[in-house]
């Protein structure tokens, strides 16, 4: 209906522009042309965004007005009446009615070990889910499938729990494992050949905020507002970065068809205060790999930095490139690349807390040290941003480099790339649902053109599996990993049961995380910034049951 109302719009307003009138000059003429074209690609823009998200802008616009007019206290008031219903949501699903056995203080004795142990071996019933393999929850290896990786890390990380990898010389052991570990990782996304360096993170959101902060202090004292520029696909912990270190974050929009980066919208945005442009290989929501070889000689012609986010590809990409897997090139082996972030915690099947920021030029690493030489305690230095590390995570990410070798990584790449195939397969027998892109690795972004897409999520929700769902355009996305090789058909046959659901219940109510993102697509930002900041308040609640 609408569509049709604009196609007449257009017309009348056509004839209106084009029909005779003697008295109209020539430049009177040009002056209607150029402002119906303006109209057309209004209307085009709009019906581009789409329902939601065009009625987003208006209640934003609306609630911004109304801001600037209203006391603050009304203001104020109102936002968080919006807000109540779905905080209380996720309190209930976070809390519950509260644990009969919290802890508020410290207890006044000492509880024995077999005490402790029962309440751990009771909480870790809670995650049973997770153990089957129908629970995601970023974490990417299965022990049941490698037994002996946990034996090997338990093992590891008890000889060394009690180190500290800021007294490199008192802990020699940890600073070896260390830098092999950096080294292993440069070797296998081809930085050693090129001279590159790298540093150990404890985890990915670390990492980029490492490589923002060397872009940032590299630049100066030229580029006093240093700008970045990525996709709207780039991970949320870049916009952390840049708000942490007061760097300007400019997004550009991706392609519709491809979900890659607009390569056009880059070159559009490179400017004087430029200092990096950001790929991600590939992006989370959609398992895609931005253009990196495009995108690296853009800023090599440009003189500026090109950081590749391979937090989530990490292994398996450089694996699967081993294999004859994926023929795109994101790595040091691209001419341009100039920063990586490589998570180990992910597909190199470590324990959570490790990953390696990389830099071509060793002038980048050494631009994010903050040496102290002034203060009372002497000379202080550390080669991140923390300064006590435990050395328990390193030596047992070391143990896992070396116990699942280059053969076992070449394994697993094979298997998830199975994996991706066989999911896909299975959303394309489906009919209803449609691949919304081809993905390169990790992650399968599933759509449809006939059903509401979170509803088969909320469905698949209540059947036990946490489905990932984005939005712009909807989307419900399958991480593969290891679980995947033993519950990939049990997924299948409940994906298919839950499209049939959807279809005999067009009505069916949107629960859930997958509601959560239904709503953020036409849902004012100010009251999803509020929501967002209020879960981080919940979550590290004590609730004690009355």
């Not at 489905?467 to 593969?480: A, K, R």
């Not at 290891?482 to 409940?494: I, N, S, T």
């Not at 995380?513 to 100010?526: I, K, Q, R």
Request: charged fraction near 25%; hydrophobic fraction near 40%; charge should be positive.
């Amino acid at each position: 209906m609408v569509t049709k109302t604009v196609t007449w719009a257009v017309a009348l307003a056509a004839v209106a522009t084009f029909a005779p009138h003697r008295q109209w000059t020539l430049a009177r003429k040009i002056e209607r042309v150029v402002v119906l074209l303006l109209g057309l690609k209004i209307v085009r823009d709009a019906l581009a965004l789409g329902r939601r998200r065009l009625w987003k802008i208006v209640i934003n616009w609306l609630l911004s007005s109304f801001k600037s007019v209203a006391p603050k206290s009304l203001s104020k008031s109102i936002l968080d009446k919006a807000v109540d219903g779905e905080l209380k949501m996720l309190e209930k699903k976070l809390l519950g009615e509260g644990d009969a056995d919290a802890f508020v203080a410290i207890p006044s004795a000492g509880l024995s070990r077999e005490k402790i142990s029962t309440r751990a071996r009771a909480l870790k019933k809670l995650q049973r889910a997770f153990e089957e393999g129908t629970k995601w929850g970023g974490v990417y290896h299965d022990d049941r499938i490698s037994p002996t990786l946990p034996q090997v890390q338990q093992e590891l990380w008890c000889a060394f729990n009690s180190t500290n990898l800021l007294y490199p010389t008192i802990f020699p052991g940890v600073r070896k494992f260390e830098a092999e570990i950096v080294s292993m990782v440069l070797d296998m996304i081809n930085g050693l050949k090129h001279g590159a360096v790298g540093l150990l993170s404890s985890g990915g959101t670390e990492s980029i905020l490492l490589a923002v902060l060397a872009y940032r202090e590299f630049s100066k004292p030229a580029i006093e507002e240093p700008e970045i520029i990525c996709g709207i696909t780039a991970h949320p912990a870049l916009y952390k970065a840049c708000r942490y270190f007061g760097v300007k974050l400019v997004k550009v929009p991706i392609d519709p068809k491809t979900m890659q980066m607009s390569v056009s919208a880059v070159k559009q945005r490179l400017n004087r205060n430029t200092v990096a442009i950001y790929a991600s290989a590939p992006t989370f929501t959609h398992g895609v790999i931005d253009p990196v070889e495009e995108l690296a000689a853009i800023a090599k012609a440009a003189g500026v930095g090109l950081h590749v986010d391979n937090c989530l590809g990490g292994f398996l990409a450089s694996y699967m490139s081993k294999e004859g897997l994926l023929k795109k090139r994101f790595d040091f082996s691209v001419d341009g690349v100039t920063s990586m972030s490589v998570d180990v915690h992910k597909y190199g099947f470590a324990s959570k807390g490790v990953s390696v920021v990389a830099f071509r030029d060793p002038a980048l690493r050494r631009a994010t040290y903050m040496p102290s030489t002034d203060g009372c305690e002497g000379l202080y230095v550390t080669t991140t941003l923390q300064g006590s590390r435990p050395g328990g995570v390193v030596a047992q990410a070391w143990g896992t480099l070396l116990h699942i070798g280059d053969d076992g990584y070449r394994k697993s790449a094979r298997d998830m790339h199975r994996v991706m195939e066989g999911a896909q397969a299975i959303v394309r027998e489906t009919k209803t649902l449609r691949v919304l892109t081809k993905p390169d690795l990790c992650c399968v972004p599933i759509t449809s053109d006939t059903i509401d897409i979170y509803k088969v999520a909320s469905v698949m929700e209540k059947k036990g599996w946490n489905m990932f769902t984005g939005q712009n355009p909807p989307v419900m996305t399958l991480c593969v990993g290891e679980q995947h090789l033993k519950v990939l058909e049990k997924w299948g046959a409940d994906l298919r049961d839950a499209v049939r659901q959807v279809e005999k219940n067009p009505n069916l109510k949107v629960e859930g995380n997958a509601a959560v993102y239904g709503a953020a697509a036409s849902a004012p930002d100010d009251v999803l910034d509020d929501i967002l900041r209020s879960y981080c308040d919940i979550r590290m609640r004590v609730k004690r049951r009355k």
